[in-house]
């Protein structure tokens, strides 16, 4: 039975596909436990709507009917991509190295997020002097970078985290994103791709070319999709892939940012159906293709403000909505403790 984590210096392609057999599930007794004491709480029944079903989730992989949130980590990877030099991204590649220096300075809009919701934040910095391969002329990865990226990645789960949220920065990794999931789902290259960091036009289209031309390129690895995630991914997408794998050996609860982070996620759920069943979305991005891939997800997002930022940052909000399901599961009085009817709520 596979269920080391793998190293980054001995990891395979093959060794991280054996994990799947193996994924660990919701603990059903507590989550029934978590319910029950849902069912004695000062409200009726269900008026909680989706907070109710958040903290019986948080109950359900954490393993005990009071969850705890106590200790959220966001985790920002950021890698280059070669791509990038063919224009796809209203910016250069050397601004992913500029805005980890902001993050690291306490500058990005990450670090007043994560600050507000009392999270740790921890930025990794994926190879940023050495791009991945223009995947249009080749993977971008061979399998062994991928491998060794996702175990990076799951290196980078502690244990003891209540909740962790993932984010990305990465010039031109929206186009990475349309790659994958152009590849993994089918449909035409425009289904896929979006404006990205705002382009549009010409470069739109110059965008949605080389997501189809990378795509034909790779078409041999059709139903394998960790071979995909390497021909087509990037180091900081393989590293969250690999981090919310981790996760889930370690039934830590998850909360997904954007397209970017969606579409690392996608290569688990291509692997397995049910391997993000410890994962939320936390918002929908307005990077067009994301409310489609999370329907593929069968993801509600938690929020829907028009964000498109990425760096973990509606991922990093939506702590805020845990948190709130949270506190009302485990510090609301019960009818005995308050001495309420049990009939008196449900009557307004």
Not at 73 to 81: R, S, T
Not at 126 to 140: R, S
Not at 172 to 189: E, Q
Not at 205 to 224: F, I, L
Request: overall charge negative; aromatic content about 4%.
């Amino acid at each position: 039975m596979v269920t080391e984590t793998p190293t980054p210096e001995t990891a395979s392609l093959s060794e991280i596909a054996g994990l799947f057999a193996h994924l660990p599930t919701a603990d059903e007794a507590a989550a029934e436990a978590a319910r029950a004491h849902q069912g004695q709480l000062t409200k009726p029944a269900g008026s909680l709507g989706r907070l109710e079903d958040i903290a019986v989730w948080m109950a359900s992989w954490q393993g005990q009917a009071k969850p705890r949130l106590e200790r959220p980590m966001i985790a920002v990877f950021a890698g280059n991509h070669g791509v990038a030099r063919r224009g796809v991204s209203a910016f250069p590649m050397e601004v992913t190295n500029q805005m980890v220096r902001n993050f690291i300075d306490g500058g990005g809009a990450i670090n007043q997020i994560a600050q507000l919701q009392d999270a740790e934040l921890r930025v990794y910095e994926m190879a940023l002097e050495e791009p991945t391969e223009d995947f249009v002329d080749g993977p971008a990865l061979d399998d062994s970078e991928c491998a060794r990226a996702m175990a990076f990645g799951m290196m980078a789960i502690e244990e003891r985290l209540d909740l962790v949220c993932f984010g990305e920065m990465g010039i031109g990794n929206t186009t990475s994103a349309a790659a994958l999931c152009h590849a993994l789902y089918g449909g035409s290259a425009a289904d896929w791709t979006g404006p990205g960091t705002g382009v549009s036009g010409a470069a739109l289209t110059r965008k949605t070319e080389v997501v189809a031309a990378a795509v034909a390129r790779h078409a041999d690895r059709q139903g394998d999709p960790l071979r995909i995630l390497a021909a087509l991914g990037g180091h900081e997408i393989a590293a969250i892939a690999g981090a919310i794998l981790a996760c889930r050996m370690a039934r830590t609860p998850v909360l997904l940012d954007g397209y970017v982070a969606s579409a690392a996620a996608a290569v688990l759920h291509a692997m397995a159906p049910g391997a993000l069943d410890h994962c939320l979305a936390a918002h929908c991005s307005a990077e067009p293709a994301h409310r489609a891939l999370l329907a593929r997800l069968d993801k509600a997002p938690l929020l829907d403000l028009g964000m498109r930022l990425g760096e973990g940052s509606g991922a990093g909000l939506a702590i805020g909505v845990v948190r709130a399901a949270v506190a009302c599961h485990n510090d609301m009085a019960t009818f005995e403790t308050a001495g309420v009817s049990a009939g008196g709520p449900g009557d307004r």
